[in-house]
């Protein structure tokens, strides 16, 4: 597997402002997607991040509020917007590789809201 | 609907005790994959093991088997002789390939206590 770099890996952030977390794979992949986990909460996916397009969100997430970039096949970004306490979780990157159905995440960004 | 169920929230053994954690699933699609995540107190996941719908060989790594069952939608992951180090959350997963998006459902996950 490739490696999976994410930044920052952790923050604290002041509530109203907003943080964009970076996602970097150092081969290309086919697939990349953004999963939150909420304290002591299992994994929720966030959105689809698609190469040169839109992603596409899930129900429950919107645009407005998690803007995701996927300039290439390497690389995405999220950015937590306008951010509140409630948005304080785990945020992973996660790839898929070419006809591969295994998911491998990166170490994830800790973001606590105050 | 799909949906992943881990009953088990919270694990307790004495270390070289064997343990074994739960996993069922829902899914409408004939085609779909299982899998097996460890999270240790760090937070990344990492990737234990896949196991297709069309599979249902057991699998034994090292001290890890895992035991798929579609007659009752049950993925059950056994840690033989537990270890200190074997403590983290385990998730189970699902993805279903039929709509080609490759999403994966997790369940809620168990925690893994194993006390020296």
């Known amino acids: 597997s490739a490696v999976i770099s994410q930044k920052p890996s952790r923050d604290i952030c002041q509530r109203g402002t907003s943080l964009t977390i970076q996602c970097q794979v150092d081969?290309?992949?086919?697939?990349m997607f953004w999963y939150r986990q909420q304290p002591g909460q299992s994994l929720t996916l966030i959105a689809t991040?698609?190469?040169?397009?839109?992603?596409?969100?899930e129900s429950g997430f919107v645009i407005d509020k998690f803007p995701i970039s996927r300039p290439n096949l390497t690389f995405s970004t999220l950015t937590v917007s306008n951010m509140s306490p409630e948005d304080s979780s785990i945020y992973l990157c996660?790839?898929?590789?070419?006809?591969?159905?295994?998911?491998?995440f990166g170490q994830g960004t800790r973001l606590t809201v105050v | 609907a799909q949906k992943v169920t881990q009953a088990q929230t919270e694990i307790s053994v004495v270390e070289k005790e064997d343990v074994t954690l739960d996993c069922v699933y829902e899914?409408?699609?004939?085609?779909?994959?299982l899998f097996w995540y460890k999270q240790p107190p760090s937070g990344e996941l990492v990737f234990l093991i896949r196991?297709?719908?069309?599979?249902?060989q057991n699998e034994i790594s090292g001290r890890y088997s895992w035991n798929f069952q579609k007659s009752t939608s049950s993925f059950n992951f056994t840690i033989t002789a537990s270890q200190v180090v074997d403590s983290a959350v385990y998730f189970c997963?699902?993805?279903?390939?039929?709509?080609?998006?490759?999403?994966?459902?997790f369940g809620t996950g168990t925690r893994l206590k194993v006390l020296a």
């Open positions: 081969s290309q992949v086919t697939m």
């Open positions: 997963a699902l993805s279903e390939t039929t709509s080609g998006t490759y999403k994966y459902i």
């Open positions: 996660s790839v898929l590789w070419g006809r591969s159905t295994e998911a491998f």
């Open positions: 991040a698609n190469q040169g397009s839109e992603a596409t969100y």
């Open positions: 899914t409408r699609d004939t085609t779909y994959y």
């Open positions: 196991r297709n719908s069309f599979d249902e």
